[in-house]
């Protein structure tokens, strides 16, 4: 369905990814289940940001990897262990329900500092997916003034499981008009729209995408032992 670039090294996809994407777009290098001698690979070629999505796997690998790197937590959070990511991370992606928000403020409280999330919206047809609905989303807003070390950057979504190119922009469209009419109340920080994968991303950009998280596009097909 995507542009496979199997032949080609971790570093020359990265490469020819940024070459095709605006530069206003952010890319999110998704290293789960690779090896700490690919995110080596890609490091070396030059990328920064890189993204798990399983805490511990992402602590383990920032304990070993240098420090310059910035840490995206991209996946469902389990509250237990934000305790693991809180000293690091740089960007929490999935916050899908208020627990995760207090939880993530107590930790950075107790880390003194102020940690970025993005508010995950449930936008695919999927009820497999997490994130807020809509007015979940505009009434948690309202209290977000309530967590001090939390700034809330921006939304996340992930879009339908599906070759439907139409349903999955329906799906994009409707995630950035939710970060439209919030940004105009939220003000001009509130700048992060993360949504595109490897199979997605040329159409989330289209919709307005600014943060795309590319995984099997770069380091190949993940093997799940
Ligand atoms: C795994 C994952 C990705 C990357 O998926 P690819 O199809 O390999 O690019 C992006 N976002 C989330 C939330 C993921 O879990």
Redesign the pocket.
């Known amino acids: 369905m995507h542009i496979k670039f199997s032949s080609m090294s971790i570093a020359e996809n990265i490469q020819n990814i940024n070459a095709e994407i605006p530069e206003h777009v952010t890319l999110?290098a998704?290293s789960?289940t690779k090896p700490i001698s690919d995110i080596t690979e890609a490091y070396e070629g030059g990328q920064r940001v890189f993204?798990e999505?399983k805490i511990q796997e992402m602590a383990s690998k920032f304990e070993e990897l240098p420090k310059d790197i910035q840490w995206h937590m991209?996946?469902h959070v389990q509250t237990n262990k934000i305790k693991y990511m809180a000293p690091f991370v740089s960007l929490v992606?999935?916050v899908d329900r208020e627990k995760v928000l207090k939880e993530l403020n107590k930790q950075a409280v107790k880390n003194e500092r102020i940690i970025d999330c993005l508010l995950q919206v449930h936008i695919a047809k999927e009820d497999t997916k997490f994130g807020f609905d809509e007015d979940e989303l505009i009434e948690l807003t309202e209290r977000l003034d309530s967590y001090s070390n939390i700034k809330v950057v921006g939304l996340?979504g992930?879009a339908t499981n599906t070759n439907d190119k139409t349903q999955i922009k329906q799906e994009f469209e409707g995630l950035h008009t939710a970060f439209q009419a919030l940004r105009k109340k939220l003000g001009e920080d509130f700048d992060t729209i993360s949504m595109g994968?490897?199979?997605d991303?040329h159409l989330a950009i289209e919709v307005g995408s600014n943060m795309i998280?590319?995984?099997?596009?770069?380091?190949g097909a993940?093997n799940y032992a």
């Open positions: 999110v998704v789960k993204g999505n991209i996946g992606h999935g996340m992930m994968m490897s199979g991303y998280r590319v995984g099997s596009s770069i380091f993940r």
